[in-house]
Structure formats: structure tokens, C-alpha cells
Nanobody, 123 residues
């Protein structure tokens, strides 16, 4: 089964940018629909962005649309989440997830998860 590993998180100031990477092993990400989720302390996991493997469509939560961009790096077997104009409310643990089915905004629809990377945005 595919294994996912996120990287790129850190502590930044409001307005800064970060680039998160989700690298896969034991499987090709081109076979999966992908999603990024985040979870802030005391809150439920929430959808951030998704990528459809057929056609390459991407979609975003309203709270990040226009600031976050999800892309696939086929050569590196990874998905990238480029984040700009970060806000304190973007703070959380960011996880990537893969599914053989159709990418949705629901965490329960995903089959494989990475461990997550912490993003902290200070005001």
C-alpha cells in the first residue's frame, strides 16, 4: 500500500509563504485522487484542497481559495501545497491523503494518510 510523508511545515509570520510536500512510496500517486486536510487544536479535521487524477482538476476550501495551490510533481511522485499570504487561522497539522475513489471533502473517503506536518502562523 502507498505510504505518504509530508514535509515543509514550520513557524512563520502572517503574510508569509510555505510549500508543503507529500511524497509517496510503495505506490504511484498518479493512481490516486489526493487531498490535503488540516486540524487545529481542539477542532475537527477540515478539508483544504483536493486533486482529481483524471483530468487534473483541483478544488479548494473557500477559506484558502486564491492563496493555496495544489499541484502534482509526477517526477518526484509527490503532491505540493503552495501556501501564500498565510493567516493565523491557517495554523494546524497538515496531512495529505490518498484515495482510489473520487476525492471529496470528507476525511472518511480517503484510504491512506501521512503523519502530518505542523504549520504555525503567528500574528
Amino acid at each position: 500500500q502507498v505510504q505518504l510523508q509530508e514535509s515543509g511545515g514550520g513557524l512563520v509570520q502572517a503574510g508569509d509563504s510555505l510549500r508543503l510536500s507529500c511524497a509517496a512510496s510503495r505506490g504511484a500517486l498518479s493512481s490516486y485522487d489526493m487531498g490535503w486536510f488540516r486540524q487545529a487544536p481542539g477542532k475537527e479535521r477540515e478539508f483544504v484542497a483536493g486533486s482529481i487524477r483524471r483530468g487534473g482538476s483541483t478544488y479548494y476550501a473557500d477559506s484558502v481559495r486564491g492563496r493555496f495551490t495544489l499541484s502534482r510533481d509526477i517526477a518526484k511522485n509527490a503532491v505540493i501545497l503552495q501556501m501564500i499570504s498565510l493567516k493565523p487561522e491557517d495554523t494546524g497539522v497538515y496531512c495529505c491523503a490518498a484515495t482510489f475513489r473520487f476525492a471529496t471533502i470528507r476525511p472518511q473517503d480517503y484510504d491512506y494518510w501521512g503523519q502530518g506536518t505542523q504549520v504555525t502562523v503567528s500574528s
